[in-house]
């Protein structure tokens, strides 16, 4: 069974405190079974399996890394995945960015440390459009706006009162 093809979804949370998990095939349904240090069951989930490549990163990923002057647009929650992975072992998490250009998903790629001990991790980071910080600004000035227009109605309004 080791040959497994395929995506497994785990359905759930799963426990802080598992330090592995074993995926098996139970009565034609495939389950997570977490364990702790002391290799004690802490938990169980159900898994869907998906007969496929997803996501197919050599699609992703495809073409050889550009130079470039700026990385792409990012939401800088994801910058903080490594950390959020892999901070439990340790503290010390190098990354090095590869873009394949302008607009194009980032690859995170981690040191030899962390590629043995979880398997050779893969994270793509896929940008925001080149057009995200003038939508905003656009989007921020039409609130900045409704509410000076809503903040010199109401003063309009506390004049008229007082005359």
């Given at each position: 069974m080791a040959d497994v093809k395929g995506v497994f979804i785990i359905h759930g949370d799963i426990p802080?405190?598992?330090?592995g998990t074993l995926i098996q095939l139970v009565n034609e349904?495939?389950?997570?079974?977490?364990?702790?240090?002391?290799?004690?069951?802490?938990g169980h989930?159900?898994?869907?399996?998906?007969?496929?490549?997803?996501?197919?990163?050599?699609?992703?990923?495809?073409?050889?890394?550009?130079?470039?002057?700026?990385?792409?647009?990012?939401?800088?929650?994801y910058l903080a995945l490594p950390y959020m992975m892999f901070s439990?072992?340790?503290?010390?998490?190098?990354?090095?960015f590869v873009s394949r250009?302008?607009?194009?998903?980032?690859?995170?790629l981690f040191d030899k440390s962390i590629n043995y001990l979880y398997g050779n991790p893969q994270l793509i980071i896929m940008p925001m459009t080149e057009d995200t910080f003038?939508?905003?600004?656009?989007?921020?000035?039409q609130i900045i706006g409704a509410e000076?227009?809503?903040?010199?109605?109401?003063?309009?309004?506390?004049?008229?009162?007082s005359c």
């Open positions: 802080g405190n598992a330090e349904q495939w389950i997570a079974s977490h364990m702790a240090e002391d290799s004690s069951w802490v989930n159900e898994v869907e399996f998906l007969e496929s490549k997803y996501p197919d990163l050599s699609k992703l990923i495809a073409g050889e890394p550009e130079s470039c002057d700026t990385l792409p647009i990012l939401q800088a929650k439990r072992d340790t503290n010390f998490i190098p990354v090095k250009g302008k607009g194009k998903p980032l690859q995170v003038e939508r905003l600004e656009h989007s921020t000035n000076m227009t809503a903040h010199d109605n109401e003063k309009a309004a506390t004049n008229e009162k």
